[in-house]
């Protein structure tokens, strides 16, 4: 049973580039969460989406800053114009329903130059 | 505000000193206290949910407990191989399903 992937595992982006993280949840997993850890902090709640529905966004800067969970297809993070300060590992993880043990991927580390 | 409290910060034991992990935590209706296991470049991997004060969980060479305040990680006889960083994070039951998570306990096993 795979767990939780995630993909690129390391991304380059210049300033004011794009940057699209993917996560597909564990199998049978319909909710999915991002956390950002930024180098020397702890996790910090993102967004939490069940297919095709935003659920929480409380955790979400408020510009630039985008998710989705299609009903086919992984979870998408999207983040516009990068700067130097979005440098950090970002974490998808997933659960069954939304009162269960939350799952994390292997994470995807953004670098902005 | 949810706030969680890792202590210490490091640990470095020697293989086979026992000792324990502190996280204090402060949020309004808890559901569930999770603690993780992280090492470096790698996702946070689970390893205990306690959902009520009084509630214990073992693991091989790790023990957790719960109190109303504060959670506590029991390392015994632990080996090198149980170097990495152990996070603690909260969920509130009654506003959304989000894990509020600690700074995290760095330990390191000398043999």
């Known amino acids: 049973n795979a767990g939780v992937m995630q993909n690129p595992r390391h991304l380059v982006r210049r300033r004011g580039q794009e940057a699209r993280l993917r996560c597909s949840p564990m199998k049978g997993h319909s909710h999915v969460y991002w956390y950002r850890q930024l180098p020397e902090e702890g996790l910090k709640f993102m967004v939490y989406l069940q297919k095709e529905n935003i659920i929480d966004e409380s955790g979400m800067p408020k510009e630039r800053f985008s998710a989705e969970f299609p009903k086919e297809g992984p979870s998408i993070l999207r983040i516009q114009q990068v700067v130097r300060g979005d440098s950090a590992a970002y974490f998808c993880?997933?659960?069954?329903?939304?009162?269960?043990?939350?799952?994390f991927g292997p994470g995807t580390r953004l670098l902005v130059l | 505000e949810d706030q969680v409290t890792q202590s210490p910060e490091a640990l470095r034991l020697q293989e086979g000193e026992s000792s324990s992990l502190n996280c204090s935590y402060t949020v309004s209706g808890l559901r569930g206290l999770f603690w993780y296991r992280q090492d470096p470049g790698k996702g946070p991997e689970f390893l205990f949910t306690?959902?009520?004060a009084g509630e214990e969980k073992e693991k091989e060479r790790l023990k957790a407990t719960l109190t109303k305040k504060e959670s506590f990680l029991h390392i015994t006889a632990p080996k090198p191989e149980d170097s990495a960083t152990y996070l603690c994070a909260v969920q509130r039951g009654n506003a959304g399903n989000m894990l509020t998570f600690g700074g995290g306990t760095r330990l390191m096993v000398k043999p």
């Open positions: 993880a997933s659960s069954p329903s939304g009162l269960e043990t939350q799952y």
């Open positions: 306690l959902y009520s």
